[in-house]
């Protein structure tokens, strides 16, 4: 029912910026889910955003040093990443779904290809 691309990762240095954007496509979307897979690790949420509300979820790990914004006009939602660190290196994904907003991986079924984020100096 979805189509997710992800976009904007890269190289960056520990305590640098990166800005990940997720291109949505489709009907019924009332949630856009970020999550990350580090090499060897499980899947794990990162931030939601309800695309009709508004509302955000974060994970822990992040708070603080992430945002989550949408943009509901060109079906779009961002992540500002500030202050990265090594450990957020992983392959970023969003993920889609027609109910409200979730950081579980199990609850959504439309998935992105994902985007390469590597923290290193």
């Known amino acids: 029912q979805w189509q997710l691309v992800e976009s904007g990762g890269g190289l960056v240095q520990p305590g640098g910026s990166l800005r990940l954007s997720c291109a949505a496509s489709g009907f019924t979307v009332h949630a856009i889910g970020w999550f990350r897979q580090a090499p060897g690790k499980e899947r794990e949420g990162v931030s939601c955003i309800s695309i009709g509300g508004g509302s955000t979820t974060y994970a822990d790990s992040v708070k603080g040093r992430f945002t989550i914004s949408r943009d509901n006009a060109r079906n779009t939602v961002s992540l500002q990443m500030n202050s990265l660190k090594p450990e957020d290196t992983a392959v970023y994904y969003c993920?889609?779904?027609?109910?409200?907003?979730?950081?579980?991986?199990?609850?959504?079924?439309?998935w992105g290809p994902g985007t390469q984020v590597t923290v290193s100096s």
């Open positions: 993920a889609a779904r027609p109910w409200k907003c979730s950081i579980t991986p199990t609850d959504f079924a439309s």
